[in-house]
């Protein structure tokens, strides 16, 4: 079986059809366990106070954020080269999910930066990428409803998501890039002694499976909704013609 089969939309709405169900499921549990666990059942942090405990919400979102985008240009990718609809539609799809996870990344950084750090917002380097990359979004999503004709919309969405994709990484590794800024590098590590305490390790992996299970079936529903509203239009349009 190849992979390239479910890029014909009705094999993608068959096979999709019986999975989505549990995919919601199975994230919404983990993100309830994983938010409910962190923010109720972990101590306050030293330095941070309780305010450590928005990493619940602030990493998983900033995750999702950034991998969305990157979703989208592998997407992207695929429609320019082979040209199958249902990776053009999933990319579309993606967007608005991004915008809404970038968005609670930015609201929930606001609000870890101002005790930590003093002020609501500062031109470090991470985060003005990440300011940037919902710019990006927000242009991805405008630039499909302005062209009327699907396959050039996703051609030139492709292009702007193959630009955007700089922002992706640059607000994933500004840290390692620059060594000014405030915000400290990443919660999570290959190298244990950079991670955050074990106390707080559990639940924080389990939100962000949660976070990232909520994606996947947020980009499943709303691609079979596309898919679904494409037919819709070739069948208005062949009436039309008729």
Known sequence: MSIWEYANPKKFMTTTAPVLPWVFAIAIAATVIGLVWGFFFTPEAE????TVK??????PSALMAINAWL???????IWLVR???VS?????????VGIAMTLIAL???AIWGQPTWGTWWVWD????SFLILFLFYLGYVALWSAIEDPDTAADLTSVLCMVGSVFALLSRYA???WNQGLHQGASLSMDKAENVSNVYYIPLLISMGGFVLLFIALVILRTRTEIRLRRIGALQARARRS
């Open 47 to 50: 330095n941070f106070g309780s």
């Open 54 to 59: 928005i990493i619940y919400l602030h990493v």
């Open 71 to 77: 979703m989208m240009l592998v997407a992207s990718l």
């Open 83 to 85: 040209r199958h609809h």
């Open 88 to 96: 053009a539609l999933a990319a579309k799809a993606a967007a608005p």
């Open 107 to 109: 609201i929930t950084g």
């Open 125 to 128: 380097p991470r985060l003005t």
């Open 175 to 177: 840290v390692n890039f």
